[in-house]
């Protein structure tokens, strides 16, 4: 039996690309999938399609941007299924932002759907969460991108800290950590990515079924899965 039977995992930005990723390997090891997603409809409902002959899963749309209707989103997911037993902070906006050209309007829809809402997320859900896991994904390409993507950068760095002091504030019941990959290598993404140093996809699943794993007291770090990418020069 699997270790995930019975768990609820509910995946934030999960209708594509990673989050896709992580529902289908959840899924695979018996755990029901509770699957946020905003403006990707049809991946949302072709995922729904590919993962309930599984088992159970349902759609919650929100736009993470506006992070008020966040206790309404976490109300849904509880009336749905009763409960949240993994959470994993997946979705995230990425988009060139110089410094001198950063708007308040790209600042605010930046740290608004990656940080903010991230954590007013984890506030609501650890409201209802007795025993739990909470897993953000955050970012290990930063030393070769993060002047052309300050905003985007500083939700990151923000949410490591953030599960840092997190993990000292819910132990021992709830384990908080950060999962963070270097460039992923999806196949839409590989001629992109052919000089670089890629992580799989699978790699990433297999490092969030480990985290998350019931036996598994791990809390309060960042694993940083880059192939040793950070240290080429």
Request: proline content about 4%.
């Amino acid at each position: 039996m699997s270790q995930f039977k019975g768990k609820v995992v509910f995946i934030t930005g999960a209708a594509q690309r990673l989050g896709k990723e992580l529902a289908i390997a959840f899924a695979q090891e018996g755990a029901t999938i509770a699957a946020h997603y905003n403006t990707a409809h049809k991946e949302a409902h072709a995922l729904k399609q590919l993962l309930e002959k599984k088992t159970k899963i349902e759609l919650f749309q929100y736009d993470l941007s506006n992070p008020k209707g966040i206790p309404g989103l976490v109300r849904r997911v509880t009336q749905k299924f009763k409960k949240i037993d993994i959470l994993i902070h997946n979705a995230s906006v990425f988009y060139e932002t110089k410094f001198s050209n950063v708007t308040q309007k790209d600042w605010d829809f930046i740290l608004n759907t990656n940080l903010k809402s991230a954590f007013f997320l984890t506030q609501a859900v650890t409201r209802r969460m007795k025993n739990g896991k909470i897993i953000f994904i955050t970012d290990a390409s930063g030393p070769k991108t993060r002047g052309n993507y300050l905003p985007y950068w500083i939700s990151k760095s923000g949410l490591e800290t953030f599960s840092e002091t997190l993990a000292k504030v819910l132990m021992p019941h709830i384990q908080v950590n950060c999962i963070a990959p270097g460039p992923i290598g999806f196949k839409e993404d590989l001629k992109r990515f052919r000089k670089d140093i890629t992580v799989s996809p699978q790699a990433l699943c297999e490092a969030a079924l480990y985290v998350a794993a019931p036996g598994t007291h791990l809390t309060g770090h960042t694993l940083l899965l880059d192939a040793g990418r950070r240290f080429v020069q």
